[in-house]
């Protein structure tokens, strides 16, 4: 998976906020952003890992599609899981993963 991964700023703001706040802005941005890209790759080993023992991983297009499409959030994918799935299962983002492959298919039907 491919992500973008933009931060624009200028440098006459960036020069304002570290002479008035006496603070490393720069730093801080880029602190986060590494916080972000570790995580992001995190997920992806975590997910190879459950991948390579037999889970099934299901891609929703994107959240903004389900929520405009069906009037739903994350957190309505979360609660429809834990109310449908027999096995384990975890979602980061757009990817879902799960122990069985029946709990896939069924979120699948409901959700891509």
């Known amino acids: 998976m491919n992500k973008p991964l933009k931060a624009t700023w200028s440098l006459e703001v960036l020069q304002a906020l570290t002479f008035e706040n006496s603070l490393d802005i720069e730093k801080d941005v880029m602190d986060a952003a590494s916080k972000e890209i570790t995580k ?3 997920q992806e ?3 190879d890992l459950l991948k390579a023992q037999g889970w099934t991983e299901v891609i929703v297009k994107s959240a903004g599609t389900v929520a405009d ?3 739903q959030s994350w957190v309505d994918l979360e609660m429809w899981c ?5 096995g384990k299962y975890t979602g980061w983002g ?5 122990e069985k492959r029946e709990d896939a298919t ?7």
Do not use: G, Y
């Not at 834990?82 to 027999?86: A, L, P, R, T």
């Not at 069924?106 to 891509?112: E, I, M, N």
């Open 40 to 42: 992001e790759i995190d």
């Open 45 to 47: 080993i975590m997910r």
């Open 69 to 71: 499409q069906l009037n």
């Open 82 to 86: 834990d109310q449908n799935c027999k």
């Open 94 to 98: 757009t990817s879902w993963i799960f």
């Open 106 to 112: 069924f979120f699948a039907l409901k959700w891509t």
